[in-house]
């Protein structure tokens, strides 16, 4: 007993460290503040409908009216039946946001060194040094939360892998279910994938070692089991997945119906995105070097200017202002690559790259070969564009690989593998596995690599750089080319400046080995000050980007929209309609859903049809598709800017006959049509569902009523009263995979008008019309969710019951 205490003891101390080291770089949670993220103010904004409703209600629901015009919450933060895994995750993430994905980069990074038999310091080491990889930072300073979610995970699911290959057959099942389900649970699909693709490059290796050592039947085996466990963690997240695949199909990521573009040209309907909207974020070739030297290519797109600024001193004696001064610099980037915006760059430390160098040379076998053949495809992907001849095959021919943009965070994968590489080497290098004399060859020739290439960027940066951003022109017309090279020369100063820092650490850290090789520092010392090193090395960058100015009271966070006059005007209306924000890039703010039944919205994966109406007609002034949509309010700007509400008496309302049928062929011609129609007399349909309306021309009944009676974001009640059957046309987005339409408490049939909303033929007589949204795939998701949990819990208490009985068969 107190030998296993005494094992465990090391690891409870670094536990508790990870817990302090992420608390203490996120220190202003303690005082109760919030990080303030962008992309999660947008989010608030989404669901607030849907956690209103839960709140108010004690139910979930599905659906929301606040954005798009109505969409599913499948990926707006919806709680599922039976997901005891997403109940772990929330366990494990116990501290406060965001240190709470800062702790789970540690811990998860750390297991993986010890399943990888690193020496426990080594993993601290490591851990440290992936947990605080600028990237890794910046997402977090930004809100992109589920991604960083799902890469804390990754270091998990390679450890249940590991443990498997290994022949540690039961525990590695169990780590690969549990992590692949947590992985799965942060539901960011396109991280995953990204994992996936390491992964496959690990079996491959992992194969071709088997083939040559002759174990293919052990290697086939654990591939079995490992399969195993990623069904059941599949079917753990089965609703979450099922859900996310129904609406994908219907949003901009699935295949569109139109053949032609919003100005007429031929469109390119294959399934996924567009090869321009894929690589709008493409990583530089030179810009790779940013992961050895911060401001490389000047950092963030918001990179201040040195203390020392030439281009200030030049425009101070052009008699310049502070403001004037102040409005110059603001437009100037420091930022020379080839993107249109980096929030900052994916530095993984000087250290971290060297020790990966030092690697090369002590590491033989399959890490070293799966490391470097990823490392290679990752950045080769990452330049998208910029290497288009690959990124177009992937685009072609790789599954589900269109479905995902911003290909430059594919190096969340070096962020990976790099500190992977780096620290087993480091491992090699402390352990008795290499001779002395390789030991100091490996030494001095990474030293000699890397040290001599940033002392050659030092010294030949003007004739191998030009430090010219794609924004220069603007500043060369204005401003004279004079002012153009103070602002090359401010880059410059920057460049040279991380180039001595990354060279500094470069040898620090070659001297903390070599006198370690020597024997003067203990392998104690010497792993204590290159922790040391790196936190300098790695928290000294991440402060550039997130620090304590990034936090605010609490509330600001949790209630990010403040009400305005035009938003105080709408609400007094307490109807039923629907708000478009034509103040802001309405497809692209959440704003707007914060208060209101809105048309816009802002999510990555918008609904496929409102989308195709907003590029052909919204955003080109057309008030006919607002009034179809039941826009009873548009917000503009006042002439001193400020928002102001515009009531649209035009709206069609909650729902209307209409009175003629104007057939379409296919998608283009539904969506053409639409042009000048007068969507409260002429509905149109296609012709899939024709055969559901009695006659093109409907017999007007001129004392036919129609009003919605009841309204909950998933439950709308109408009352209708007709002498005569009647085509209604609802105000309300078509979504058959979930929406259920009754007449008088009994299945009704419904289909598409106006290539987004609803229609059905009302028959004569005083009816209540029903709509609910009761999606299937929620309660098969559920089920199957339930009876995975079952199986891995028998299978988990099978396995532990044999190996404790095994265990004592044998004492």
């Known amino acids: 007993m107190q030998s296993n205490y005494k094992k465990f003891l090391p690891h409870l101390v670094v536990f508790i460290l990870f817990i302090v080291a992420s608390l203490a770089y996120f220190n202003p949670v303690l005082q109760g503040k919030k990080i303030f993220q962008s992309d999660i103010v947008q989010y608030t904004g989404m669901a607030k409908q849907q956690n209103d409703f839960r709140n108010e209600t004690g139910e979930e629901t599905y659906w929301t009216d606040g954005a798009f015009g109505g969409m599913p919450t499948y990926q707006l933060g919806a709680k599922y039946p039976n997901n005891y895994i997403k109940q772990l995750d929330l366990a494990i993430r116990f501290l406060p946001r965001p240190a709470d994905y800062l702790f789970l980069y540690f811990i998860g990074m750390y297991i993986l060194f010890l399943v990888l038999k690193v020496d426990y310091k080594l993993a601290f080491l490591g851990a440290l040094a992936f947990g605080f990889s600028t990237y890794l930072i910046i997402i977090l300073g930004v809100g992109h939360n589920a991604k960083a979610h799902a890469i804390a995970y990754m270091p998990f699911v390679l450890s249940g892998i590991f443990l498997t290959f290994r022949g540690k057959y039961l525990w590695g099942f169990l780590l690969l279910t549990v992590s692949m389900g947590l992985e799965l649970v942060a539901n960011h699909f396109q991280m995953t994938y990204y994992l996936m693709l390491l992964v496959v490059i690990i079996g491959i290796v992992y194969l071709i070692d088997a083939f040559r050592k002759k174990v293919l039947p052990h290697y086939f085996k654990a591939v079995g089991i490992m399969a195993g466990g990623v069904l059941i963690a599949v079917g753990l997240n089965a609703t979450n997945i099922l859900s996310t695949k129904e609406y994908a199909d219907t949003s901009t990521r699935g295949k569109t119906e139109l053949t032609i573009n919003a100005d007429g040209t031929p469109k390119d309907n294959k399934t996924g995105l567009d090869f321009d909207y894929i690589t709008e974020y493409s990583y530089g070739r030179l810009e790779s070097f940013n992961l050895f030297i911060p401001r490389f290519m000047g950092g963030s ?269 709408i609400l007094k209306d307490d109807g039923h309609y629907r708000v478009y924000d034509a103040s802001t890039n309405a497809f692209n703010s959440g704003r707007a859903s914060y208060y209101h039944n809105a048309l816009g919205g802002y999510h990555a994966a918008k609904p496929g049809r409102m989308q195709d109406l907003f590029e052909f007609y919204i955003s080109k002034g057309n008030i006919g598709i607002l009034n179809m949509m039941n826009v009873r309010y548009i917000i503009t700007q006042n002439k001193n800017g400020g928002p102001v509400a515009q009531r649209n008496p035009y709206a069609n309302g909650d729902a209307w006959f209409v009175e003629n049928v104007q057939p379409a062929e296919n998608a283009n011609e539904e969506i053409q049509l639409l042009d000048s129609l007068d969507t409260k007399k002429t509905a149109i349909i296609n012709k899939e569902f024709l055969s559901k309306i009695p006659s093109k021309k409907i017999e007007r009944d001129s004392t036919a009523t129609i009003e919605l009676f009841s309204y909950q974001p998933n439950h709308l009640v109408y009352e209708a009263s007709t002498k005569s059957a009647q085509l209604a046309v609802f105000s309300e987005v078509y979504y058959s995979k979930g929406w259920n339409a009754y007449i008088n408490g009994k299945p009704a049939e419904y289909f598409r008008a106006d290539y987004v909303l609803r229609a059905m033929v009302i028959p004569s007589g005083n009816n209540k019309i029903e709509f609910k949204f009761e999606p299937k795939v929620i309660q098969t998701g559920s089920t199957i969710s339930l009876i995975s949990s079952i199986i891995f819990l028998l299978i988990l208490l099978s396995g532990l019951y044999f190996a404790f009985r095994k265990k004592e068969l044998k004492e």
């Open 301 to 569: 797109s918001s990179e201040a200017f040195p203390k020392d600024s030439k281009t200030v001193e030049s425009l101070m004696r052009m008699g310049a202002s502070s403001q004037e001064a102040n409005n110059v610099l603001s437009q100037i980037p420091m930022y020379w690559g080839d993107q249109s915006f980096v929030g900052a760059p994916a530095y993984i430390g000087a250290i971290m790259i060297f020790l990966a160098v030092l690697a090369l040379f002590l590491i033989r076998g399959r890490l070293k070969w799966w490391t470097v053949s990823t490392f290679v495809l990752i950045l080769l992907l990452s330049w998208g564009k910029n290497f288009s001849g690959l990124t177009e095959f992937f685009i072609d021919y790789i599954p589900i690989y269109n479905k995902f943009r911003a290909v430059s965070s594919i190096q969340v994968i070096i962020e990976l593998i790099l500190p992977i590489l780096a620290i087993v080497g480091l491992h090699h290098f402390f352990s008795h596995f290499e001779r002395e004399e390789e030991k100091k060859k490996a030494l001095l020739w990474s030293t000699g690599i890397v040290g001599g290439i940033t002392l050659l960027f030092i010294l030949f940066k003007s004739a191998l750089f030009d430090f010219a951003s794609p924004y220069d022109s603007y500043f060369r017309d204005e401003m004279g080319l004079p002012f153009l090279d103070t602002i090359r020369e401010d880059r410059m100063s920057l460049f040279t400046s991380d180039a001595i820092r990354s060279l500094i650490f470069v040898l620090l850290t070659a001297a903390v080995l070599w006198f370690f090789m020597k024997g003067k520092l203990k392998k104690g010392f010497a792993v204590a000050a290159l922790c040391v090193l790196v936190l300098i090395d790695l928290v000294g960058v991440d402060r550039r980007y997130v620090n304590e100015d990034d936090f605010v009271q609490a509330k600001l966070v949790d209630e990010p929209f403040q009400k305005n006059g035009a938003d105080e005007q």
